[in-house]
């Protein structure tokens, strides 16, 4: 069974720049697909953006287009989260998911990120 660890979650102030990381273990995820998601307090998970298995297809929500960036490194077994000019709405924990028969079904347990004004 694969487990999702994220990591590089903080505090920056708007307009910075942060980078979140997904390490899995268990199993290798170089097969999947893999999305980033984020969730605040007392709203629906939001997708952020997914990466095929091979990182040659990339989606992005249309909030973070052209600021965010996904990225793999399938020798680490490990997504990455590329995230610039920081807005105050990105505040939330970000969790990434591996996709799994057409569906996200396993879960890190996130981590948060905080933007300042």
């Known amino acids: 069974q694969v487990q999702l660890v994220e990591s590089g979650g903080g505090l920056v102030q708007a307009g910075g720049s942060l980078r979140v990381s997904c390490a899995a273990s268990?199993?290798?995820?170089?097969?999947?697909?893999m999305g980033w998601f984020r969730q605040t307090p007392g709203k629906e998970r939001e997708f952020v953006a997914a990466i095929s298995w091979n990182g040659g297809s990339t989606s992005y929500a249309d909030s973070v287009k052209g600021r965010f960036t996904i990225s793999r490194d399938n020798a680490k077994n490990t997504v990455y989260l590329q995230m610039n000019s920081l807005k105050p709405e990105d505040t939330a924990v970000y969790s990434c998911a591996l996709q799994k028969g057409g569906k996200y079904d396993v879960w890190g347990q996130g981590t948060q990120v905080t933007v300042s004004s």
């Open positions: 268990g199993r290798t995820i170089s097969l999947y697909s």
